[in-house]
């Protein structure tokens, strides 16, 4: 279980024997929603900090090695993003990043809680940038388990990009990472689509990583985990894409700086051509680790 706060002092747990802590600052808002714990703090190190059930979910000054990373290595691989579906994502980053595509014309939101959307609008400004009142943003609010499985079908819906932008693979989110979900999603995407998600902490989680990259095996042609340092979390972390068609590691560098230049994307500060593609290259205890 994670620790609790006290005297100021933020504690991040990693697994049940590690962790590491940040100073609190001021706590400006804390409650319980219908589904989690909320908190939201102002911090010397990471500014305004929202976590859930006691877990860093984001920050305003840490937030683009996150969403940077989850969003444009997909979006930079296919050849022109139009719609995109991001199941959780209340706080907007992934939005405001996928809305950086020239080409995209709708994005859903399918949020299970209604209170990090609420969060996001009045304290979390410097993460979306207003992509959550954007016109081309749709939110639903409800199940993402339903919405995907039969909702966005009865709709015939279909999107190029569908992004889980979850919290862990516990409690309410712990449905949403299985082989069915997979499949699910993998029936909702448009041909060349992918999905792109968070797979956890290798060094911390070695277990969970295993167990994820084998089910999107089980379901997708193409798996390519990636792996990139997040100062919030605490350690290295784990992404992976997945798509019967797209291969993000198949893309050289100079392409990848030759598609930002024509989308005119800029202004990013973690991902660039270069660190496109070092993310997938694994050290040798990586690659046994998801052999």
């Known amino acids: 279980m994670p620790l609790p706060a006290a005297e100021g002092v933020i504690f991040e747990q990693l697994n049940e024997d590690a962790g590491y802590f940040t100073r609190g600052g001021t706590l400006i808002e804390k409650g319980r929603s219908r589904y989690q714990e909320y908190e939201v703090w102002e911090t010397p190190q990471f500014g305004r900090l929202f976590r859930l059930d ?6 305003e000054r840490d937030e683009f090695h996150y969403h940077e990373n989850l969003i ?16 959780g994502g209340g706080d907007g980053g992934s939005a405001e990043e996928l809305l950086k595509q020239p080409t995209m014309v709708k994005i859903v939101i399918a949020e299970l809680d209604e209170k990090v959307i609420e969060i996001a609008r009045r304290h979390l400004q410097a993460v979306h940038h207003g992509a959550l009142d954007d016109p081309r943003v749709e939110l639903r609010i409800g199940d993402g388990f339903r919405y995907v499985m039969e909702e966005a079908p009865a709709a015939a819906e279909r999107f190029d990009l569908i992004v889980l932008d ?8 712990e449905a949403l990472y299985s082989e069915d979900f997979f499949r699910g999603c993998r029936a909702l995407l448009a041909p060349g689509g992918a999905i792109s998600l968070h ?3 290798p060094v911390f989680q070695p277990d969970r990583l295993r167990t994820l990259v084998a089910r999107l095996r089980e379901v997708f042609a193409i798996v390519r985990p990636y792996f990139l340092y997040v100062p919030l979390y605490g350690t290295l972390w784990g992404f992976a ?6 291969d993000p590691a198949a893309l050289p560098a100079a392409e990848v700086d ?3 230049a024509e989308r005119r ?7 660039n ?6 993310q997938f290259a694994l050290p040798n205890h990586l690659r046994a680790l998801l052999a």
């Open 199 to 201: 797979i956890g902490a």
């Open 241 to 246: 894409t997945a798509s019967d068609m797209l």
């Open 258 to 260: 030759r598609r930002l």
């Open 273 to 278: 051509g270069a660190v496109h593609c070092a």
């Open 265 to 271: 994307i800029g202004a990013l500060q973690h991902y």
């Open 166 to 173: 979850l919290t862990d693979p516990v409690g309410p989110a």
């Open 54 to 59: 006691g877990c860093f979910m984001t920050s």
């Open 72 to 87: 444009q290595v997909p979006c930079i691989a296919h050849p022109a993003p139009a719609r995109a579906l991001i199941l």
